[in-house]
């Protein structure tokens, strides 16, 4: 499966895989949001204007009729004052779901991420599903969740490197705490 980096013409069918991947969530959890769109669209949004976002790390799996299949992007993130990274969100378009389009997104983003030498990845996510790509609870290695209420839902995946992982509080790029998500 052929993963490469987003471009900019991209973007507007990446928006529509993330808005059908998470439609299914959005009316249980904002069953009040007037435009219906997925928080996670608003997210990505956001992240693309801020500082933390690194496009790079912004990675896309074409689908094989033409179009987007699936997108996954780590944004800037901080444990205490070092620089690391915050994934998500990952989207598959549900037309190509069970496909491996998540898991090919997600082996290639952590290779670009340790291939440019970053110290950990985190995210919030199902440990049932992102342990097979070496995550483990944050708490593991001493980094705190943004929510303590996140549990072993916040993850981390530590690269080898010459220094030990960072430890302390977890701060994703600043959208992912001033976006709504009702």
Same mark, same amino acid.
């Given at each position: 499966?052929?993963?490469?980096?987003?471009?900019?013409?991209?973007?507007?069918?990446?928006?529509?895989?993330?808005?059908?991947?998470?439609?299914?969530?959005?009316?249980?959890?904002?069953?009040? =949001?007037?435009?219906?769109?997925?928080?996670?669209?608003?997210?990505?949004?956001?992240?693309?204007?801020?500082?933390?976002?690194?496009?790079?790390?912004?990675?896309?799996?074409?689908?094989?009729?033409?179009?987007?299949?699936?997108?996954?992007?780590?944004?800037?993130?901080?444990?205490?004052?070092?620089?690391?990274?915050?994934?998500?969100?990952?989207?598959?378009?549900?037309?190509?779901?069970?496909?491996?389009?998540?898991?090919?997104?997600?082996?290639?983003?952590?290779?670009?991420?340790?291939?440019?030498?970053?110290?950990?990845?985190?995210?919030?996510?199902?440990?049932?599903?992102?342990?097979?790509?070496?995550?483990?609870?944050?708490?593991?290695?001493?980094?705190?969740?943004?929510?303590?209420?996140?549990?072993?839902?916040?993850?981390?995946?530590?690269?080898? =490197?010459?220094?030990?992982?960072?430890?302390?509080?977890?701060?994703?790029?600043?959208?992912?705490?001033?976006?709504?998500?009702?």
């Amino acid at each position: 499966m052929l993963i490469r980096r987003e471009n900019p013409g991209d973007v507007e069918a990446v928006r529509a895989v993330v808005a059908a991947a998470f439609a299914p969530y959005e009316a249980a959890r904002n069953p009040d =949001r007037p435009d219906g769109l997925p928080v996670e669209v608003t997210l990505l949004d956001e992240l693309r204007t801020d500082p933390g976002w690194l496009p790079e790390l912004s990675l896309v799996a074409p689908a094989p009729g033409g179009g987007i299949a699936g997108h996954v992007v780590c944004t800037r993130a901080h444990v205490g004052s070092v620089p690391v990274l915050g994934l998500g969100p990952l989207a598959v378009h549900p037309a190509h779901h069970r496909q491996g389009v998540g898991s090919a997104l997600v082996h290639a983003v952590l290779g670009a991420a340790e291939a440019l030498g970053e110290p950990l990845v985190a995210l919030l996510g199902d440990p049932a599903y992102y342990s097979r790509f070496g995550f483990e609870h944050s708490e593991t290695y001493g980094v705190t969740a943004p929510e303590p209420k996140w549990g072993t839902y916040f993850q981390v995946r530590v690269f080898e =490197r010459p220094v030990p992982p960072p430890r302390g509080p977890f701060v994703y790029a600043e959208p992912f705490s001033t976006v709504d998500g009702g």
